[in-house]
């Protein structure tokens, strides 16, 4: 049994808590949020992640999870500390490091004896030195050990990624320290990779940024499909077979969202630009996909007209399925342009109503996606859960004021859709109108 301080209940803190607790080992997660801690005391979690919440209550009644708000009492009894507090963007798109310096500094006051500290944040490259630093200075007399343990955690799918991941990566100046944290991860028999800090670092910006590129690439053609007639679906196929490229990752719709992708991009393009890069692709990726929240909207303008008055409903907000997160999400931005022409809107999400009511407080919540089309002029799918490819079509056209469906994630066949009725547009789908 390991001894594990996590830093930070966020998304990866608590996932990383309740995962390593499974594994056998004495956990206490550690957040200066007391009203955070006592809900997690008790099984809640603020978050919609399937299956968390039930890992949080068993390693709990098992004592092998705990929380506390107290670094002496987290980190003195710990023989790992995983740093996994917040990173968001700055104004300038960087990496805002505010809560990674604070608890490096809290970590080091409360140092008594050898300590391996994991960057688990994502963080700027060179964050290892930096946390080494702010130690050293805080606390000259430490013993310690700074390894760099980026996250590969998809929301939605958290708990199946930590426990069969596809790689774990670690970095550090002290490969025997390195060493160690690999130890943790040895009952998943995955693949290790150690490296230097700086590269396990890029490791993880760069493997987020490829996978915007390919999303913002797959829209590119999708925009070029839609002009000369060809269906993206059936291109995708077409190049997904080719062993080379594989077909992850090449859905085309409204833009990738959530807490990592967009944030990571930026600070990407950030650090190259200011160490004298310039990081033109980073550029091009993020150009479009933010224009791909115009589509719907231009869409809409064409097939309704101007908007001021009609009534829009949205299916789904959450940036993605199975989870409730709305960070980066294409629906907020849509809502913002659609409001921008004076629509009304309406919407559903199964997961992120409550978010939603603080986030876009104009938008009318509804309890299901009938409600939604229910005089509805157009009907748009924003996120693609699964209880949307079930609805009842039928009855969704009659619900409608106007039988005008935009599909954002393309989870329905544009020749059944116009078969039932429908005045149906995809992305990328070669329907032009």
């Not at 399925?321 to 907020?332: I, K, L, Q």
């Not at 005089?375 to 859960?385: M, N, P, R, Y």
């Amino acid at each position: 049994m390991k001894r594990i301080c996590v830093i930070g209940m966020g998304y990866v803190g608590m996932t990383t808590a309740a995962c390593f607790s499974d594994l056998g080992n004495r956990v206490v997660g550690l957040d200066i949020d007391v009203e955070k801690l006592e809900k997690l005391s008790k099984g809640l979690i603020p978050i919609y992640e399937p299956g968390l919440e039930e890992l949080i209550k068993r390693n709990r009644q098992a004592g092998r999870l705990t929380f506390t708000d107290n670094y002496d009492e987290g980190v003195g009894s710990a023989d790992f500390v995983f740093v996994a507090v917040d990173s968001p963007s700055g104004p300038e798109g960087e990496a805002d490091m505010t809560a990674v310096r604070s608890a490096a500094a809290s970590v080091a006051h409360a140092l008594e004896s050898y300590k391996i500290i994991i960057n688990k944040s994502t963080v700027p490259i060179g964050t290892g030195d930096l946390v080494t630093g702010i130690v050293e200075r805080e606390n000259p007399q430490a013993e310690f050990s700074v390894v760099s343990n980026p996250e590969f955690l998809r929301e939605g799918s958290a708990i199946q990624d930590f426990m069969h991941p596809d790689r774990v990566v670690l970095g550090s100046v002290d490969r025997s320290a390195a060493e160690r944290v690999a130890e943790l991860y040895a009952p998943l028999n995955s693949n290790v990779i150690i490296t230097d800090l700086r590269s396990a670092e890029m490791i993880k910006y760069a493997s987020n940024a490829f996978l915007a590129t390919r999303i913002s690439f797959i829209n590119e053609i999708a925009s070029v499909c839609e002009k000369l007639g060809a269906d993206i679906k059936e291109v995708v196929r077409g190049m997904g077979t080719d062993r080379r490229i594989g077909s992850y990752f090449l859905d085309a719709g409204v833009g990738y969202g959530g807490s990592c992708f967009p944030k990571d991009v930026k600070a990407l393009a950030h650090m190259a630009a200011v160490h004298g890069c310039h990081p033109q692709l980073l550029r091009a990726v993020m150009d479009i996909n933010q224009d791909q929240r115009k589509v719907v909207v231009q869409r809409l303008r064409e097939v309704l007209g101007p908007l001021e008055g009609k009534i829009i409903g949205l299916l789904g907000l959450s940036f993605k399925p199975d989870t409730d997160d709305m960070r980066g999400a294409a629906s907020v931005e849509i809502i913002h342009l659609l409001q921008h022409e004076g629509a009304r809107l309406r919407a559903y999400d199964p997961a992120a109503a409550e978010v939603a009511a603080k986030l876009v407080p104009k938008v009318m919540l509804c309890p299901d996606p009938y409600s939604v089309a229910m005089g509805s002029d157009a009907l748009v799918i924003v996120t693609e859960w699964n209880e949307f490819k079930q609805l009842d079509k039928i009855r969704i056209k009659q619900l409608l004021r106007q039988p005008v469906l935009i599909d954002g994630r393309n989870i329905y066949e544009p020749t059944e859709m116009r078969n039932l009725g429908f005045e149906y547009f995809g992305i990328g789908r070669g329907n032009t109108r």
